[in-house]
C-alpha cells in the first residue's frame, strides 16, 4: 500500500516578528499536522496490508530558507524530520516512509506570486543549477519511483528534486 501528502504553500509571508500567531498555526496546521493525521490514520491500515510505502510532500525550503518565509520553511523541514521518525518507528511493520522535496515547479502554486508560468522560469529557473524550474511530471516519476519496488531499500530519507537548487 502507498500514500502521498501534499502540503499547501505559504498563504502569508513574514518574520518572526511580523507573522501572526494565527498565520503560523495555520501553516503549522496545514502542512505538519496535516500530514501527522494523514500518517496516523494510514499507517494501521499499511501495516495490515502487510507494508508498504508513504512519501511526504516536503519542500527545498526545508533544507534551505528563503527570507520572509518562516512559517512554510519550518513547516517543511517538521514534514522531513517526521518522515525520518516514522521510518524508524515503523520499520518493523515494513512500512517505508520517505519525504520528497520540490525546487520550483510549474503548477498553479506558482501563479500566487508570478503573472505566468513563462515568467517564473526566468525569474527562478537561474536558481536552479538545472537553468528552469521544474516540470509536474518530473516530481510525479518521483514520487512514483519512492512508492515503487525499485526503492525497496530507500526508507527515512528526503530526495530532494529541485534542479539543484540546494547545491549551491
Known amino acids: 500500500m502507498q500514500v502521498g501528502t501534499c502540503s499547501a504553500a505559504p498563504s502569508v509571508a513574514g518574520t518572526v516578528v511580523e507573522l501572526?500567531?494565527?498565520?503560523?498555526?495555520?501553516?503549522?496546521?496545514?502542512?505538519?499536522t496535516g500530514t501527522f493525521l494523514m500518517s496516523k490514520?494510514?499507517?494501521?491500515?499499511?501495516?495490515?496490508?502487510?507494508g508498504g510505502s508513504i512519501v511526504h510532500i516536503a519542500s527545498q525550503l526545508g533544507h534551505v530558507g528563503v527570507g520572509r518565509a518562516v512559517a512554510y520553511c519550518a513547516a517543511k523541514a517538521g514534514i522531513i524530520h517526521l518522515a525520518r521518525l516514522m521510518a524508524i518507528d515503523h520499520a518493523a511493520e515494513k512500512i517505508r516512509v520517505n519525504s520528497l522535496s520540490p525546487g520550483a515547479v510549474?503548477?498553479?502554486?506558482?501563479?500566487?506570486?508570478?503573472?505566468?508560468?513563462?515568467?517564473?522560469?526566468?525569474?527562478?529557473?537561474?536558481?536552479?543549477?538545472?537553468?528552469?524550474?521544474?516540470?509536474?511530471?518530473e516530481i510525479a516519476?518521483?514520487?512514483?519511483f519512492l512508492v515503487s519496488d525499485d526503492s525497496s531499500f530507500v526508507t527515512g530519507t528526503d530526495l530532494l528534486v529541485d534542479g539543484g537548487y540546494t547545491a549551491r
Not at 20 to 32: E, G, I, K, P, T
Not at 141 to 144: K, V, W
Request: cysteine-free; charged content about 20%; proline content about 7%.
Open 41 to 50: 490514520a494510514a499507517v494501521p491500515a499499511i501495516a495490515a496490508a502487510g
Open 20 to 32: 501572526d500567531l494565527a498565520d503560523w498555526q495555520r501553516q503549522m496546521a496545514v502542512s505538519l
Open 106 to 137: 510549474a503548477t498553479d502554486r506558482l501563479l500566487r506570486s508570478w503573472p505566468t508560468l513563462e515568467a517564473a522560469d526566468r525569474g527562478l529557473g537561474p536558481l536552479h543549477l538545472a537553468g528552469r524550474i521544474g516540470q509536474p511530471d
Open 141 to 144: 516519476a518521483a514520487a512514483a
